[in-house]
């Protein structure tokens, strides 16, 4: 009796060292990859501390960052402040933001971008390889887009709008993040210093600086009511010279045109509008668009939702863009007329990013497809001696894509032409014709672009807008579109369209008109 | 009593005497990138108290289950290995004067308990002691686990030690013996009346509660002190053991069932109560939420097993120090069985369960061929002791079950456990050496 009662406890005996042989099967074989590669593994986080990280390249080849293992610690060095918030930094007390951030685990080396080779690593527990990186940008004109800026707060983007290639990216002010990498005890002073410094350096303000942008914003209303068919290039508002003077009323609040100084009112159809940034004339559009397609062309244009540069799983996240107060992490539908008419000229609750600006921009280049913007072009075996420059062996490339539409082609090439008008037309060159590439040593070129003045309250002085794209006679040619703020900087007219169109013919100079 | 050969332990027991110096070697090879093997003191202390084991056995004539000392020896010596291999200051004694290392200090007590087992299997030739006192016995366990509740040390959250001068032991791991006796001793005694009998609570058949009151009383004054004094572990294993000899007695599933629901009810309750008891079980359910707090240990170890991978680290190569300090602090004693898993990979692993299940397989052998219920029962309890015990620490540590603080016997490092799982190994090879002299005799009677 009890000798068979035993021989049925051996069975439960058996099956329970059975059950714990399976949980060590499971943990020390089948889950063994997942549990290696957490981020708080300390196996983890002794590697990062002590192996080689691969470096990074600009377009030309030019190295940007690199890594030197001495004394067991894997010290990186920047070469280019102005590249500081794109790259961002890689630091064992501090984590890493940005490109480094983003490409972690192809940088150390921890993944192999070859899922074959990866599984192999695996398998043979390989010392992880890092890779290199080579970006979109070029060193010359990032830079050059840096000095343009000079000592003034603000922001300059631009992408190729074919590609989605982003060809600079410019926040200031920047700060040199060398010292964050390296030994742990001495990256908490770097990092305290410029954490004390004035004017925020560690905002990316090309992705996370939120400004209203004022006027360049009629670009999406113009777009917006044109697609919808809201509009016309020939439309006009049979009350809106009047109102020019004596101001709009919508919903019993006045909408006051701004100082339209040498120029006279007159009824403005979409051009001349367009030319002399006509407020009332921009209302009366958004009016007629309506708030629900207002919202709608929003959204298609990139508004109202994260984006990133690069792709989901390695991108780097930009802001939401706003056209109405933020709601669950989109827009919240317009209060009233009053706001949508104000958002329709770029005032009310409109917040935007720079790099959402420059996409719009793209956008009317692109024949009204939004490119998905990009940075990093490829990915290369890691170079033993950086400074020598990348390895011929590129392991994988990445591209932008065809992007989404937003709008058709046609008016595409309606609001492109009213943007070229607003840059040379003869009201219009008085405005953003600052931004005319061919005032910067770059002939047979028209530009398309267009000014904003952001009024931001009493006291306060305007932020400086401007956005356009170049080559402009043909859609095909544009190669380069821009978005530049300067905060505070006055009128889009005096500050930012001569930056963009300094930047943009800077550009036309290194690759040529051709593109 | 004449001396007996047992050549079959001898020829299992020899390979330690070149394995576990070589363990020794290769840990300390690995660890200083040399080839000094390092010193040899503890592993041929520790070999040649094995070979003196097996040489004692076989003086006071025990002719019991050849298996169970070689099982014993190669857990110990794994043991001893990972333990002399860890830094020697992180546990240890200090007595007379003299500061005792960890690996010393096991060697120590792994002498005191080979001596408490040959004692057993060579002078315990009658049980009566045992049975005819088992109230003596249960009465003086309890009062034993009162006075260590009421005026012993608390060390990490829990009172179980008691100190006689520098050396701590935990009367936790002798009333574990002592309970296995008395349930052994009770049920053996109303074993007939206990199948028999049932009465009927809806779908469930309860047993005659009358004849079970004393045990359970005696049972539930131990579980109330066990839980009092926060030692979960072995609350659980108390439990299982009470639950094991209940289910080996009556060849009842449904009392089995029964207890289980009630040790599921009281869990719950104990959940909702003690803050301690949360904490386990929350880290349990997920210790990823908070790895450098809470659930650190549990990830550490879970980081460890995955690390040693099919074949392990190699002796000495794993266990990556965080900053001068071990991965897992509770290393020697709670995770031990991370640590080998880590080092030998899912084949030492295996190898080391393999050993227990060799154990405990070759404990209900001897239980089945015990010549009466008592010693049968005695067997049961005594085994299934060490295959719970073994079963929740290391399932603890692979995350079936929330951790609780129980060592791995023969393996872990501690005098209490180790003394007490020898003084089980003596009575098992006591009980085995009266069924293979009886059955001698019976054959020589035919």
């Not at chain 1, 990445?398 to 595409?412: E, F, K, Q, T």
């Not at chain 2, 200090?94 to 960890?102: K, N, S, T, Y």
């Not at chain 2, 120590?108 to 009566?128: E, Q, T």
């Not at chain 2, 071990?326 to 080391?352: K, M, Q, R, S, Y």
């Amino acid at each position: 009796m009890i000798a068979t009662n035993v021989r049925r406890l051996s069975v439960y005996l058996l099956l329970a060292f059975a059950s714990v042989s399976g949980a060590l099967v499971w943990w020390q074989v089948l889950d063994a990859q997942a549990l290696a590669t957490r981020q708080d593994n300390p196996q983890v986080i002794a590697t990062r501390r002590s192996l080689p990280r691969g470096s990074v390249f600009d377009s030309q080849g030019r190295m940007l960052a690199s890594s030197v293992v001495t004394d067991g610690i894997s010290r990186r060095t920047y070469t280019d402040p102005v590249f500081t918030h794109l790259l961002g930094y890689a630091s064992l007390r501090f984590g890493a933001t940005g490109v480094e951030r983003a490409w972690d685990d192809v940088l150390t080396g921890r993944t192999d971008p070859n899922p074959l080779r990866d599984l192999l690593n695996d398998i043979l527990a390989r010392q992880p390889e890092p890779h290199d990186l080579t970006l979109t940008i070029d060193q010359r004109l990032q830079d050059f887009a840096a000095a343009q800026l000079g000592a003034d707060r603000g922001a300059v983007v631009a992408i190729d709008p074919r590609t989605g290639a982003v060809l600079a990216m410019v926040s200031n002010p920047t700060y040199d993040a060398t010292g964050f990498s390296g030994d742990p005890a001495t990256a908490q002073a770097a990092f305290d210093a410029v954490a004390g410094a004035a004017d925020n350096p560690f905002l990316d303000r090309s992705r996370q600086g939120h400004y209203t942008p004022g006027s360049i914003m009629k670009v999406l209303t113009a777009s917006a009511a044109l697609d919808a068919g809201a509009i016309t290039p020939q439309t006009t508002f049979t009350d809106q010279p009047r109102e020019e003077v004596e101001g709009f009323v919508v919903n019993g609040f006045t909408i006051r045109e701004h100082d339209l100084a040498p120029v006279a009112p007159a009824l403005w159809d979409l051009s001349p509008a367009l030319q002399v940034s006509s407020n009332i004339y921009f209302a009366h559009v958004g009016l007629e668009l309506g708030a629900a397609r207002y919202l709608d062309y929003a959204r298609r244009f990139g508004f109202c939702q994260a984006l990133r540069i690069g792709s989901d799983v390695r991108g780097l996240p930009i802001d939401p863009s706003y056209v109405s107060a933020r709601a669950d992490g989109g827009c919240a539908p317009f209060r009233d007329e009053v706001e949508l008419a104000s958002a329709a000229f770029g005032q009310a609750a409109v917040s935007v990013t720079p790099m959402q600006m420059a996409l719009m921009a793209a956008t009317i280049a692109n024949h009204g497809a939004v490119p998905q913007p990009y940075v990093v072009r490829d990915l290369r075996s890691h170079a033993a001696t950086p400074a020598a420059g990348p390895t011929d062996s590129v392991l994988e490339s990445y591209g932008g894509g065809r992007g989404n539409p937003a709008i058709s082609s046609g008016v595409a090439d309606q609001v492109r032409r009213a943007m070229i008008d607003a840059v040379l037309g003869p009201i219009g060159k008085l405005y953003a014709g600052a931004g005319d590439v061919t005032r910067f040593g770059v002939s047979g070129v028209q530009t398309a672009g267009k000014t904003g003045t952001a009024e931001r309250g009493p006291g306060l002085k305007p932020h400086s807008w401007f956005i356009g794209f170049a080559p402009a006679q043909d859609a095909a040619l544009a190669s380069i579109a821009v978005a530049v703020i300067v905060e505070g900087g006055g009128s889009g007219s005096g500050h930012a369209a001569p930056i963009g169109g300094a930047v943009m013919a800077e550009w036309l100079k290194l690759v040529g008109t051709g593109g | 009593m004449h001396a007996v050969p047992r050549p079959l332990e001898l020829r299992l027991l020899l390979p330690l005497v070149i394995l576990v110096p070589l363990g020794f070697a290769v840990t300390h090879i690995a660890q200083t990138s040399t080839l000094d093997p390092g010193p040899m003191a503890v592993a041929i202390g520790y070999v040649g108290l094995m070979l003196g084991a097996h040489l004692a056995l076989r003086l006071v004539g025990n002719r019991g289950d050849e298996l169970l000392l070689p099982c014993v020896a190669t857990m110990g010596g794994i043991g001893i290995v990972m333990l002399n291999r860890l830094p020697q200051e992180l546990l240890g004694t200090d007595a007379f004067g003299v500061r005792f290392g960890m690996a010393t200090t096991q060697l120590l007590w792994f002498g005191v308990g080979v001596s408490a087992m040959v004692l057993l299997a060579g002078r315990f030739r009658d049980d009566g002691v045992l049975r005819h006192y088992k109230y003596t016995w249960a009465l003086a366990g309890t009062l034993l686990l009162v006075i260590t509740f009421l005026f012993g040390r608390e060390v990490n959250g829990a009172r179980l030690w008691i100190f006689l001068g520098p050396i701590g032991f935990q009367p936790g791991e002798a009333i574990k013996v002592v309970l296995v006796i008395f349930i052994a001793g009770y049920l053996a005694e109303k074993r007939t009346l206990l199948a028999g009998a049932s009465a009927r609570i809806g779908p469930f058949s309860v047993p005659p509660l009358p004849y079970l009151l004393p045990m359970i009383a005696i049972f539930v004054i131990v579980m109330l002190v066990v839980v009092v004094s926060r030692d979960l572990g072995t609350a659980l294993l108390f439990m299982g053991i009470f639950l094991t000899m209940l289910f080996v007695a009556t060849g009842r599933r449904s009392y089995v069932l029964l207890g289980i629901l009630l040790f599921i009810a009281g869990s719950f309750v104990a959940y909702n109560l003690f803050g301690h008891v949360r904490i386990r079980v929350d880290n349990w359910i997920d210790p990823f939420v908070d790895p450098s707090d809470r659930g650190y240990q549990t990830v550490q170890a879970l980081y460890a097993f995955g690390r040693g991978g099919l074949f392990g680290e190699g002796l000495g190569q794993g266990l990556p120090t965080i900053s001068g300090h071990l991965p897992i602090p509770a290393l020697p004693t709670d995770f031990i069985f991370a640590a080998v898993a880590e080092e030998l990979g899912l084949i030492g692993a295996f190898a080391l369960l393999a050993l227990v299940m060799c154990l405990v397989f070759r404990g209900l052998r001897t239980a089945m061929l015990a010549r009466d219920d008592f010693s049968a029962m005695l067997a049961v309890g005594l085994t299934v002791s060490l295959g719970l015990q073994t079963l929740i620490i290391a399932a603890g540590n692979v995350k079936l079950v929330p951790l609780t603080g129980i060592t791995f016997p023969f393996v872990s490092y501690g005098g209490s456990s180790l003394l007490a799982c020898f003084v089980i190994v003596g009575l098992l090879l006591a009980i085995s050496h009266r069924s293979v002299v009886d059955a001698q005799i019976e054959g020589r009677g035919q």
